[in-house]
């Protein structure tokens, strides 16, 4: 894996831009310059991220998310892996 994030990643394991090596590692938000830590999925290409709206869920489970746009800066919180 190069030390860069991926261009857009989902927390959700459904989702087909979930992925787990990059999950396991760590990767940090940035959004308008803000440290963002309930983000559950981002790109960077179209400026956008989905965050949780509180505790709603909806009908399937999952957290109903809100689409905020701005600039998206992801970056790896841990080391490179050996």
């Not at 394991?13 to 990767?27: K, M, N, Q, T």
């Not at 940035?30 to 400026?47: A, D, I, L």
């Amino acid at each position: 894996m190069d030390d860069t994030p991926p261009a857009r990643l989902s927390t959700d394991p459904d989702s087909p831009f979930y992925d787990a090596e990059a999950l396991e590692r760590g990767v940090g938000i940035r959004f308008k310059g803000v440290e963002k830590t309930n983000v559950e999925e981002y790109s960077v290409s179209e400026g956008w991220i989905r965050v949780a709206a509180g505790l709603a869920r909806d009908r399937f489970g999952k957290p109903m998310t809100l689409k905020l746009k701005g600039e998206v800066e992801p970056y790896f919180r841990g080391p490179t892996p050996a």
